[in-house]
């Protein structure tokens, strides 16, 4: 009887760490120029992403790789991307109901409400929203595309295949997100996040790094975030 219950714990123990979702974020010590040509990125790409609420395999693939060093976050994207759809607007426009783009969610206190979404399309056009609480208990929809993240950069460049796309986040502008309880990363520090794509092509595809396990529509599930690790 024992041995049984021993035996159901270990099981239970895998079968949660075999469903652990964790993506690390690499340091680097050389420089990063944001300009979409990704000739100087040293860390690992991931992927390929698959449809965000099933985990189906994309109709064009599309690749992250992330990055850190003492002072910025730093995430490179490759779309493939046959048809490109979109233009340069505005930065701050809603783009994400239109054009071709890829998306980062990254919630450092990893407590579901005010956590930050860049968008990027692949034309360079940008925006940075503050989702600040999307639960009936805490208010319910309530986001604000006009919040400023302070020295953010974003940068496309189309090319035969598709697009790339570089974003630099200072650990500094995230300081400036109420209620966010950001503390600057170290080794080891974990963050809730996840990286995305829309894809309007021939068949419009929403797109993720990490699928969610509840099949419902939709990127904003702050609860399935995977684990963000900060390491050497």
């Known amino acids: 009887m024992k041995s049984n219950l021993i035996l159901f714990v270990l099981c239970l123990v895998f079968s949660v760490t ?96 005010n956590y930050l979404e860049i968008g990027v399309n692949a034309f360079s056009t940008h925006y940075d929203m503050l989702i600040k609480c999307i639960s009936p208990g805490c208010g319910g929809w309530n986001t604000s595309i006009s919040f400023n993240l302070s020295g953010m950069q974003a940068v496309s460049k189309i090319n035969p295949k598709g697009f790339s796309t570089e974003i630099k986040i200072p650990f500094s502008g995230l300081k400036n997100i109420p209620n966010g309880n950001f503390n600057k990363p170290k080794i080891g520090t974990k963050w809730k996040g996840n990286a995305f794509r829309i894809d309007y092509g021939n068949t419009t595809e929403y797109l993720a790094l990490q699928p969610y396990k509840n099949p419902v529509f939709g990127f904003h599930k702050p609860e399935e975030f995977a684990v963000l690790e900060f390491v050497e």
């Open 18 to 113: 075999a469903g652990a979702q964790t993506i690390p974020i690499h340091k680097t010590k050389g420089k990063i120029s944001i300009d979409g040509d990704l000739a100087d990125w040293k860390t690992p790409f991931k992927g390929p992403f698959v449809i965000h609420n099933s985990g189906g395999k994309a109709t064009q693939q599309t690749t992250v790789s992330f990055a850190w060093d003492d002072e910025n976050l730093y995430v490179a994207y490759r779309s493939q991307d046959a048809k490109i759809v979109g233009s340069k607007k505005q930065n701050d426009s809603q783009i994400f109901n239109s054009d071709d783009l890829v998306e980062i969610f990254i919630d450092p206190d990893g407590d579901r409400q």
